[in-house]
Each structure stands twice: as structure tokens, then as C-alpha cells.
């Protein structure tokens, strides 16, 4: 079974620009979770999705937003890019509720 | 307070000793927890899970659980090089996840 899939793995972007990441869960897997992970804050939590309903969200402006489409596939973007947005976007699928989350390669992305 | 502690480290062991790395979590209502791997660079992979007290042991890792203690322990026996990444904790709270900061661990040969 294929894992968890995200695109692009890299991207540059300036300041005041917007970027959207995609993100392919694992087949038959309806929840997908967004982290950022940066060397100073660890893995932080931005949302979570469920049969296209955002169920969870963390402490992030609401520059950070994502939706879920029918067949699971995620998108996040972030608008107004600043420099503290560089990092690493991880999203992790799971079956449902309290199910094992599975990481996908993640996209590190810098803003100039 | 964090929802999930763990010590830093980075904790050195030698090759063949056993590693031992823990993990403190805030909410009683906590319902499962997990241990991913991290190496540089790379996104976490899972290691194991557990959601009930005790030890749960798969090839050299075992978990361990104490509820009571809020307490979460991974311990590696018989460590490699190939051991040496981060260790990330991970505890389901009411369907959130929350990660402690990891432990990088360092296995010399």
C-alpha cells in the first residue's frame, strides 16, 4: 500500500507571496493532520481533517488554512508568507478518531 | 505546562547497551501514545504504540505505560549506530495529537 504522499517536497517562496501543499493520505485513510515542524518549536499541530470537515485546529493564524476534498486528499495554504513560516509541513494520515498517524515526507519550504 | 515532556538530551549510549528514553504527558484523559523516529532531515516514522498500562515489547523496543504516573518510557536494548535519530512522543488527547519535543539519541560504536 502506497504511504502518505506530499507535493511539492521543496519550495522557495518571498515574503508577502502565498503557497498551497498538497497531501495524499494512505488509501482508505479519511483523516489527515497538518503539523509545522521548526528546529526551535518542535512538531506543532495546525488541523486536523475528516471527511472534509476540519474537526481539530491548533494556535495558528488564520493565514494557515486547509481543506479536505472527497477522495481525502488535503491542501493547506498559508497566505502572506513571513519569514518565521519557513519550516517543515508534515501531514499525517489515519483510519479515523484515536487511529495511529502515518507521516508522509513532508515539504520544506523557505521564505525569502 | 507542556502537554508532553520529554528530556532533550541528546542521551549517549554505547553500541549493545540499552536506551532508555521517557516522556511525561499532562492530561489524565490521554487514551493513546505513541513513539516515532526521527533521523535529520527526514519526517517521523512509527515506532510502536500503547494503550494500556503495562510494557508491550516488539523485537528490541518495548513501551511502557504507567497511567497513574502519566508516565511513557521506550527503551531499545541491544542499540545500534543505526538507532541514532530523535524520538518523538506522541500522545492522543480527545483526538489531538500532541508531541513532545523529542530526544535525540546517540549510539556510539
Known amino acids: 500500500k502506497a504511504g502518505v504522499t506530499q507535493t511539492p517536497r521543496y519550495l522557495i517562496k518571498t515574503r508577502g507571496q502565498q503557497v498551497t501543499l498538497s497531501c495524499s493520505p494512505i488509501?482508505?485513510?479519511?483523516?489527515v493532520s497538518w503539523y509545522q515542524q521548526t528546529p526551535g518549536q518542535g512538531l506543532q499541530f495546525l488541523f486536523e481533517y475528516f471527511s472534509e470537515t476540519q474537526r481539530n485546529k491548533g494556535n495558528f493564524p488564520g493565514r494557515f488554512s486547509g481543506r479536505q476534498f472527497s477522495n481525502s486528499r488535503s491542501e493547506m495554504n498559508v497566505s502572506t508568507l513571513e519569514l518565521g513560516d519557513s519550516a517543515l509541513y508534515l501531514c499525517?494520515?489515519?483510519?479515523?478518531?484515536?487511529?495511529?498517524?502515518?507521516f508522509g515526507p513532508g515539504t520544506r519550504l523557505l521564505v525569502l | 505546562q507542556k502537554e508532553v515532556e520529554q528530556n532533550s538530551g541528546p542521551l549517549s549510549v554505547p553500541e549493545g547497551a540499552i536506551a532508555s528514553l521517557n516522556c511525561t504527558y499532562s492530561?489524565?484523559?490521554?487514551?493513546?501514545f505513541f513513539w516515532y523516529r526521527q533521523y535529520s532531515g527526514k519526517s517521523p516514522e512509527l515506532i510502536m504504540f500503547i494503550y494500556s498500562n503495562g510494557d508491550k515489547e516488539d523485537g528490541r523496543f518495548t513501551a511502557q505505560l504507567n497511567k497513574a504516573s502519566q508516565y511513557v518510557s521506550l527503551l531499545i536494548r541491544d542499540s545500534q549506530p543505526s538507532d541514532s535519530a530523535t524520538y518523538l512522543c506522541a500522545v492522543n488527547t480527545f483526538n489531538k495529537f500532541y508531541f513532545g519535543s523529542g530526544t535525540k539519541l546517540n549510539v556510539k560504536p
Open positions: 499525517a494520515s489515519s483510519l479515523g478518531e484515536w487511529e495511529t498517524q502515518y
Open positions: 492530561d489524565r484523559g490521554s487514551q493513546s
Open positions: 488509501s482508505g485513510h479519511r483523516s
